[in-house]
């Protein structure tokens, strides 16, 4: 999203560089807002949070395994010799430092599966949204969700012809 927040910005900056006989049509669109409303993006956030569900009762699991052996660990420690307290210590430590890296590795995970899944959504939007401009002779279409833009030229919101082009109501 940054690469188009750059593109918004320097097409804006081109406008101020634009002889003025030429004729530019502006517009503007809130491509989040966009990608939120197609019935593709509802299908891959359903599959990210399947996979996030699954990876979150894997974690689950790990920490009451591990908050079960820190338990019988408390429970056998006056029966226990000081080496074997100290093997179980240091088993417990390795346990959760594993529980940790699985924790990082599952957010990283996480956000592989919604940079692979989103994409081909993410395109489709874009490919409706050059479609549309292309159509209706749009020079430059600012995306609105960037933020980047406190004041923008007086242009067309294309948010309904791009639903429009992509089956969306």
């Known amino acids: 999203?940054?690469?188009?927040?750059?593109?918004?910005?320097?097409?804006?900056?081109?406008?101020?560089?634009?002889?003025?006989s030429a004729q530019s049509k502006v517009a503007h669109i809130n491509s989040q807002q966009l990608v939120e409303a197609m019935p593709d993006a509802k299908v891959a956030q359903t599959k990210i949070q399947k996979?996030?569900?699954?990876?979150?009762?894997?974690?689950?699991?790990?920490?009451e395994?591990?908050?079960?052996?820190?338990?019988?660990?408390?429970?056998?420690?006056?029966?226990?010799?000081?080496?074997?307290?100290?093997?179980?210590?240091?088993?417990?430590?390795?346990?959760?430092?594993?529980i940790q890296l699985f924790q990082q590795s599952a957010q990283q995970q996480i956000e592989q599966k919604q940079a692979e899944v989103m994409?081909?959504?993410?395109?489709?939007?874009?490919?409706?949204?050059?479609?549309?401009?292309?159509?209706?002779?749009y020079t430059y279409v600012i995306d609105t969700y960037q933020g980047l833009l406190l004041v923008m030229p007086a242009g067309d919101d294309i948010m309904p012809l791009v639903k429009a082009k992509l089956g969306i109501k």
């Open 1 to 20: 999203m940054k690469k188009y927040a750059f593109i918004a910005a320097v097409a804006f900056a081109g406008l101020f560089s634009i002889n003025a």
């Open 51 to 63: 996979f996030a569900d699954t990876l979150d009762t894997d974690f689950t699991q790990m920490k």
């Open 65 to 98: 395994e591990l908050q079960a052996q820190a338990k019988d660990l408390e429970a056998k420690r006056a029966t226990m010799s000081p080496n074997l307290i100290e093997v179980k210590t240091k088993q417990l430590q390795d346990m959760n430092q594993n």
């Open 119 to 137: 994409k081909p959504v993410i395109d489709k939007a874009k490919k409706a949204i050059e479609d549309v401009a292309k159509e209706k002779g």
